[in-house]
């Protein structure tokens, strides 16, 4: 048995593309071909926007940290335990 989660693996993936389609869409890269979006960061309109999904992507990754720390502490547990 695995010592983290699937699902949490997947919730860490998820959090790590968010961050990454934030970057593109805020690059000056055109990636709308893609289907991204632009976040114009030279405007004030788009640095509120990346603020905006920033803190929101912070939020959502607080969780996901917290239970990986809560995996990582069990495993460590697990594997120095003194029997």
Do not use: H, N, W
Request: aromatic letters at 8%.
């Amino acid at each position: 048995q695995p010592f983290i989660d699937a699902s949490l693996i997947g919730d860490a993936l998820e959090i790590a593309l968010l961050a990454r389609r934030l970057d593109v869409e805020a690059s000056p890269y055109d990636a709308t071909a893609y289907g991204l979006g632009i976040v114009p960061v030279e405007t004030s309109e788009g640095r509120a926007e990346y603020k905006r999904r920033q803190i929101d992507m912070m939020e959502k990754a607080d969780v996901v940290r917290k239970k990986l720390l809560c995996a990582y502490d069990d495993f460590l547990m697990l594997a120095f335990l003194d029997e």
